[in-house]
T-cell receptor, first 115, second 112 residues
């Protein structure tokens, strides 16, 4: 399968713990996005990478969140000192392009539950 | 005002009917518009993209864009129970940003 893959698919953690999610985009895609989705809402933008450069980050994103994309391939999203409000589905998406952003292809998501 | 607005629904239609889903957006210079389908517990799946005013048809789906009215819609002809899902409208804003902004989605229920 050459789609976007995410790991782990489910994570249950206690409040205050750190968690890390990994995303492997479609191999030739240079753009990578992280979104967060809660029940009844659409995906909320978190951050965007073009190759290895993090070019955009949501103003609403807490300093507890950090993302990396070393070498422009896979990406990790880390949440430090988790809070119950961090419970959500974390979606990774990738796309290919140089100009106007195009279609995003999503992974199956990583569901986080903070107890 | 939200950047992308959709009626949350649910929109209930009988099998075989036309389902009409609507979306408005706030930024006049937006250039790219997308419809995603999301089944419960699954990730969004791209259905249609539209970039210029008018209609774009793909099988049973037609996307309609009116940039002057800042309005984009999705028509689903011959609706099937398998079309029951949440439909998300997504827009790239025209502020040199690369982020795709999603509406909260409209839940569609197709009754057999």
């Amino acid at each position: 399968d050459t789609g976007v893959s995410q790991d782990p698919r489910h994570k249950i953690t206690k409040r205050g713990q750190n968690v890390t999610f990994r995303c492997d985009p479609i191999s030739e895609h240079n753009r990578l996005y992280w979104y967060r989705q809660t029940l009844g809402q659409g995906p909320e933008f978190l951050t965007y990478f073009q190759n290895e450069a993090q070019l955009e980050k949501s103003r609403l994103l807490s300093d507890r969140f950090s993302a990396e994309r070393p070498k422009g391939s896979f990406s990790t999203l880390e949440i430090q000192r988790t809070e119950q409000g961090d419970s959500a589905m974390y979606l990774c998406a990738s796309s290919l392009g140089q100009g106007v952003p195009g279609e995003l292809f999503f992974g199956e998501g990583s569901r986080l539950t903070v107890l | 005002q939200k950047e992308v607005e959709q009626n949350s629904g649910p929109l209930s239609v009988p099998e075989g009917a036309i389902a009409s889903l609507n979306c408005t957006y706030s930024d006049r210079v937006s250039q790219s518009f997308f419809w995603y389908r999301q089944y419960s517990g699954k990730s969004p799946e791209l259905i249609m993209s539209i970039y210029s005013n008018g209609d774009k048809e793909d099988g049973r789906f037609t996307a309609q864009l009116n940039k002057a009215s800042q309005y984009v819609s999705l028509l689903i002809r011959d609706s099937q129970p398998s079309d029951s899902a949440t439909y998300l409208c997504a827009v790239y804003l025209g502020d040199s940003s690369y982020k795709l902004i999603f509406g909260s989605g409209t839940r569609l229920l197709v009754r057999p």
